[in-house]
């Protein structure tokens, strides 16, 4: 089995590292192609309108200037011998929940790679601001991460679909289990921009500075990592609202 990896927060990400050491639990062909730096918020972005360099670090690991996405299209046309069985991506430091997915440069990767066809899925480990600045960050990954990922490697799943996992912010020996659950949902009504000046006396703002509200809507990814569970979401890329395709064909109708 051949893996490509990927993430947000750039090649040189700790995140990447444990990611690499969950992909070798099952097999070592494993090849690497990484933004040069962190891309976190860029969504499904694709460069176009300057050059992507490539970058080698190693036998089977490089990187790009570019975003998530450019490197998944880099790695499975310019770096990867044959095609691979599978793209991971991750392990990104912060949560990937609810309809944070659209803004995730790590979900974006899995998919740009489910759009070409390869079985891809999005690793990202839940973190507390209050947290202990001590602990592993990356503890309940390290220690679940094959876990739920041997099971992904053949289960069934349609075209265009990928998974979204999302470890909670607890020591490994501490989290309950698996979920499988759907998306929940964020309240981004209350978002702030935060304003300052720099020591040129120019204003600046800075978003995403305070925790987003949600609602713990029962069988969500949301409720799941609340209650110390690692969440298991399948995404599709069908963003069609089909239950509305009825009412808007009849408001065209000659």
Not at 34 to 60: F, I, N, W, Y
């Amino acid at each position: 089995m051949r893996i490509l990896l990927t993430n947000d927060d750039g090649v040189h990400a700790p995140g990447l590292e444990v990611l690499e050491a969950i992909a070798r639990q099952f097999t070592d062909d494993i090849w690497i192609c990484a933004p040069d730096e962190e891309q976190s918020g860029m969504g499904h972005a694709l460069t176009l309108t300057r050059p992507v360099r490539l970058r080698k670090h190693g036998e089977r690991k490089f990187s790009v200037t570019g975003t998530p996405t450019d490197s998944v299209t880099m790695g499975l046309r310019k770096i990867v011998e044959a095609e691979p069985d599978v793209i991971l991506s991750g392990v990104n430091r912060g949560a990937n929940l609810g309809d944070d997915i659209t803004y995730s440069g790590t979900v974006s990767a899995a998919i740009e790679g489910a759009l070409a066809g390869i079985r891809s899925v999005a690793f990202s480990q839940v973190t507390r601001r209050d947290g202990d600045a001590d602990a592993d960050t990356f503890d309940a990954a390290r220690g679940w991460g094959a876990k739920v990922l041997g099971p992904l490697l053949d289960t069934p799943l349609p075209e265009r679909t990928l998974v979204n996992v999302n470890f909670p912010p607890l020591a490994a020996a501490d989290v309950k289990g698996i979920r499988a659950v759907r998306q929940g949902f964020h309240d981004y009504s209350r978002g702030t921009v935060v304003e300052g000046r720099d020591p040129r006396g120019f204003r600046y703002y800075w978003f995403g500075l305070q925790a987003i509200e949600h609602t713990l809507d029962h069988g969500t990814d949301l409720e799941a990592i609340d209650e110390g569970f690692v969440s298991v979401t399948p995404l599709q890329l069908d963003l069609t609202h089909h239950s509305s395709l009825g009412a808007l064909a009849e408001r065209y109708e000659a």
